[in-house]
C-alpha cells in the first residue's frame, strides 16, 4: 500500500504562476490574441518576484500557448492556431463554392454561439455589442458600413458565448470568416434597402441576446446568415458575378 503514495513536493512560484495562467486561457479570462500583463504587472499582481514570472512566460511559450513579441509583449495564442485557414484565405473570395461551404460552418457555428450569448452575456458585453450596432445606425444612410463593423459585432457575440473552444475556432478562420462578409457586403450594398434590413436582422438578434433569450437568438441568427448563404449561392449559379 505504502508504495502508492510518493511524497509530496512544494511547486515552484514559475509552476503555480504558469497553472494560473494556463487555467485562465481554458476559461477564456484571456483570449486569443489579447496582451498578457507586462512582466512588472503580473509579478505585482501575484506578489512574486519578476524572475518567476519571466521564468514562467518562457514555459507557456515553449508549451504553445503564448507568444512574445519582440518589443511588443506577450499574447495569447490560438489554440487552434495551425489550422488550413492561411492556405484557403489566397483563394476563397474568388471561389464560389468555398464561399457557400464558409456560409454553411458560419451558420451553425455563429447559430450556437448566440445561442450560449443569450445566456451568459455580461452587461459590458452588451454594452460592446451596442456600440457596434450604433456604428452601424450612423452608416446605414451612408449606404453601408465597413466589413471590419460587421466583423466586430459577430466576434463579439462569440466571445459573449464564453465557450473557450467557440472563440479559438472563430479565431482560427479569422481571414476566412471575414472574407465572406466582404464579400456579401459588397454585393448587399449594390441592392437598394438591403443595408437597412441588414440593420435590422442585427438588432434583431441583439434584442433576443439582451433579453436572454436564447431559442430567439439562434432562430434569428439562423435567418440573417441564410441571406448570407443564400447570396454566396447564387454565386454558384452566375459564377462570373465575383
Known amino acids: 500500500m505504502t508504495t ?42 501575484l506578489g512574486v518576484s519578476r524572475p518567476s514570472v519571466r521564468e514562467a512566460i518562457m514555459v507557456l511559450d515553449a508549451m504553445g500557448l503564448v507568444e512574445s513579441r519582440q518589443g511588443g509583449g506577450t499574447y ?3 489554440l487552434t492556431e495551425h489550422s488550413i485557414a492561411d492556405p484557403l484565405t489566397g483563394m476563397v473570395t474568388n471561389n464560389a463554392r468555398l464561399l457557400c461551404d ?17 445566456q451568459n452575456a455580461t452587461a459590458e458585453e452588451l454594452a460592446g455589442l451596442n456600440q457596434s450596432l450604433e456604428k452601424m445606425r450612423r452608416l446605414v444612410h451612408t449606404g453601408g458600413w465597413p466589413a471590419e463593423v460587421d466583423t466586430q459585432f459577430h466576434y463579439a457575440i462569440t466571445s459573449a458565448s464564453h465557450n473557450t473552444i467557440q472563440v479559438h475556432v472563430l479565431n482560427t ?70
Open 173 to 242: 478562420i479569422h481571414t476566412l470568416f471575414k472574407a465572406t462578409i466582404e464579400v456579401a457586403l459588397f454585393e448587399f450594398y449594390r441592392r437598394e434597402g438591403y443595408a437597412q434590413l441588414l440593420l435590422e436582422q442585427h438588432e434583431a438578434i441583439f434584442s433576443a441576446i439582451s433579453s436572454h433569450n436564447p431559442d430567439l437568438a439562434r432562430q434569428k441568427m439562423i435567418e440573417h446568415l441564410s441571406i448570407v448563404k443564400q447570396k454566396m449561392s447564387e454565386f454558384l449559379v452566375k459564377p462570373s458575378s465575383l
Open 4 to 45: 502508492l503514495f510518493k511524497p509530496i513536493k512544494p511547486k515552484k512560484i514559475s509552476e503555480a504562476i504558469v497553472e494560473q495562467i494556463k487555467a485562465l486561457i481554458s476559461e477564456g479570462q484571456l483570449k486569443p490574441g489579447e496582451r498578457v500583463p507586462s512582466e512588472r504587472d503580473l509579478a505585482t499582481m
Open 102 to 118: 464558409l456560409s454553411e460552418v458560419r451558420i451553425g457555428l455563429e447559430s450556437w454561439s448566440a445561442y450560449l450569448a443569450a
Open 76 to 78: 495569447v495564442r490560438s
